[in-house]
């Protein structure tokens, strides 16, 4: 994650299925706060919890570069989805 917060070059990125958790969903949205040259993320069919969506949603509300974000298979409660 702090390779990304340094990136400039870097604009898709896909995490789909890395058994991504709690604390790696976290550094992730931390990076996102930061980092405007990633255009694409794919966290599809890793464990993101109610947690994670907040702390997503938070990286987001900066982030000026994300166009696209995929999440298929990631089984996110109601009030995640309500953060995001």
């Known amino acids: 994650a702090k390779s990304l917060e340094m990136n400039s070059t870097l604009q898709i990125l896909d995490l789909c299925a890395n058994s991504i958790k709690k604390d790696g969903i976290k550094a992730l949205a931390k990076t996102l706060k930061v980092n405007s040259a990633l255009k694409s993320l794919d966290l599809s ?3 993101i919890t109610e947690e994670g969506c907040k702390a997503l949603a938070a990286g987001l509300e900066t982030n000026v570069g994300l166009t696209n ?3 298929c298979g ?3 409660c109601d009030e995640g989805c309500k953060a995001l």
Do not use: C
């Open 74 to 76: 990631t089984e996110i």
């Open 45 to 47: 069919a890793n464990v």
């Open 69 to 71: 974000l995929e999440m």
